[in-house]
């Protein structure tokens, strides 16, 4: 037998759900981390912006409304989004929204020559990072349909998966 789902196999199905699950729990753990320490704050990471986002960091450290605002907003963001990519839900809205917040924490520390940071990067690298990385993970999971299977988007999709025999 072989899942069918739009012309794609069982396995590469199963690789998409994988890679689905793993960046989905990823995001979910460091949201919820974010959540439940009180301490925790995004200033250290905005101070840090080097780029060409710093002066948009500048004006949200320079509120503390604002600053309390994006701290929400980014810890609650990175839960809802690895939720919904854990259980396969509106896997392309949180796809892309998942991207583009990680382009954001690129966006403000990239991994350039010349710029440096006082936090020890993870590794070393130049130009791509593993924040890139998953942002890109998160662009393919949004064109392929990766919540159909082994996630809720199947309870919603028009275009239900079948299963054919394959002889």
């Known amino acids: 037998m072989?899942?069918?789902?739009?012309g794609y196999s069982g396995a590469e199905m199963l690789v998409l759900a994988m890679l689905r699950f793993a960046v989905g729990w990823h995001l979910l753990y460091e949201g919820i981390v974010k959540i439940t320490d009180p301490g925790w704050t995004s200033a250290n990471f905005l101070r840090e912006s080097k780029w060409i986002l710093s002066g948009f960091s500048?004006?949200?450290?320079?509120?503390?409304?604002?600053?309390?605002?994006?701290?929400?907003?980014?810890?609650?963001?990175?839960?809802?989004?690895?939720?919904g990519l854990v259980l396969g839900l509106f896997t392309r809205v949180v796809s892309l929204s998942g991207a583009f917040l990680l382009l954001l924490?690129?966006?403000?520390?990239?991994?350039?020559?010349?710029?440096?940071?006082?936090?020890?990067?993870?590794?070393?690298?130049?130009?791509?990072?593993?924040?890139?990385?998953?942002?890109?993970?998160?662009?393919?999971?949004?064109?392929?349909?990766?919540?159909?299977?082994?996630?809720?988007?199947?309870?919603?999709?028009?275009?239900?998966?079948?299963?054919m025999e394959v002889s």
């Not at 450290?61 to 990175?78: F, K, R």
């Not at 403000?108 to 924040?131: C, H, K, Q, W």
Request: glycine share 8%; hydrophobic share 45%; aromatic share 10%.
């Open 58 to 83: 500048e004006w949200i450290l320079s509120d503390d409304g604002i600053l309390h605002a994006v701290d929400l907003l980014n810890s609650w963001g990175l839960t809802a989004i690895g939720a």
């Open 105 to 163: 924490y690129y966006l403000n520390s990239p991994p350039l020559t010349g710029l440096v940071y006082s936090v020890t990067a993870d590794g070393n690298n130049l130009i791509v990072n593993r924040t890139l990385i998953e942002a890109i993970c998160l662009v393919l999971l949004a064109v392929f349909p990766s919540g159909r299977f082994l996630g809720m988007d199947s309870l919603f999709s028009r275009k239900k998966a079948t299963v």
């Open 2 to 6: 072989r899942f069918r789902n739009g």
